[in-house]
T-cell receptor, first 116, second 121 residues
Framework: GDSVTQMEGPVTLSEEAFLTINCTYT??????LFWYVQYPGEGLQLLLK?????DKGSNKGFEATYRKETTSFHLEKGSVQVSDSAVYFC???????????????FGKGTKLSVKP | EAGVTQFPSHSVIEKGQTVTLRCDPI?????LYWYRRVMGKEIKFLLH????????ESGMPNNRFLAERTGGTYSTLKVQPAELEDSGVYFC???????????????????FGPGTRLTVL
């Protein structure tokens, strides 16, 4: 079945360091891909998304490119801040003709801690 | 506008007891989802309501779990009787219901609540 695999955490970085969180997926068809972020004490928030191959999602300095050839959607940020400390989840949703609002399939999450 | 809210934020119960979790979606959102994250594992889909109807309940683990959405507004998820393996964080999410425009899938963002942390002792 469909699945998402992301790098195990926790990840600890110093402020201004470069961040990469790897994410690969297994799915048939044309899934849409997402990164969600959960800040301490809050719910999951959509960070960015990409709906087709070679699309680049970006938000708040984070980027991820939908790579169909490698079935990957790695999250990157050039210079992390303490405020980026959170748990990051990679997710997919199957492409669907018909408007079905189906469910998301998540990876296990990667906890990021950024030290000043 | 208020976001998705969940109650309680934490619940600690003993094995065999009953617990009811509540989710209030964003007003006007027809789609409501329940997910669960067991410690260290993926967030897994439980079920999906469209208004008051269960669209997909393929993720419900067993018949100890009962979800309802009376009147198509808030939803409850009851676990009866609770077992140790039910411990985890239960998330609720909601989204608008918009028809597909064109041949490509159009994603309507799912807005998540803060979750209910359930501990079964």
């Amino acid at each position: 079945g469909d699945s998402v695999t992301q790098m195990e955490g926790p990840v600890t970085l110093s402020e201004e360091a470069f961040l990469t969180i790897n994410c690969t997926y297994t799915a048939t068809g044309y899934p849409s891909l997402f990164w969600y972020v959960q800040y301490p004490g809050e719910g999951l928030q959509l960070l960015l998304k990409a709906t087709k191959a070679d699309d680049k999602g970006s938000n708040k300095g984070f980027e991820a490119t939908y790579r169909k050839e490698t079935t990957s959607f790695h999250l990157e940020k050039g210079s992390v801040q303490v405020s980026d400390s959170a748990v990051y989840f990679c997710a997919l949703k199957k492409g669907n003709y018909g408007g079905s609002q189906g469910n998301l399939i998540f990876g296990k999450g990667t906890k990021l801690s950024v030290k000043p | 506008e208020a976001g998705v809210t969940q109650f309680p934020s934490h619940s600690v119960i003993e094995k065999g007891q009953t617990v009811t979790l509540r989710c209030d979606p964003i007003s006007g959102h027809d789609n409501l989802y329940w997910y669960r994250r067991v410690m260290g594992k993926e967030i897994k889909f439980l079920l999906h309501f469209v208004k008051e109807s269960k669209q997909d309940e393929s993720g419900m683990p067993n018949n100890r779990f009962l979800a309802e959405r009376t009147g198509g507004t808030y939803s409850t998820l009851k676990v009866q009787p609770a077992e140790l393996e039910d411990s985890g964080v239960y998330f609720c999410a909601s989204s608008q219901d918009r028809g597909l425009a064109g041949p490509r899938f159009s994603y309507n963002e799912q807005f998540f609540g803060p979750g209910t942390r359930l501990t079964v002792l």
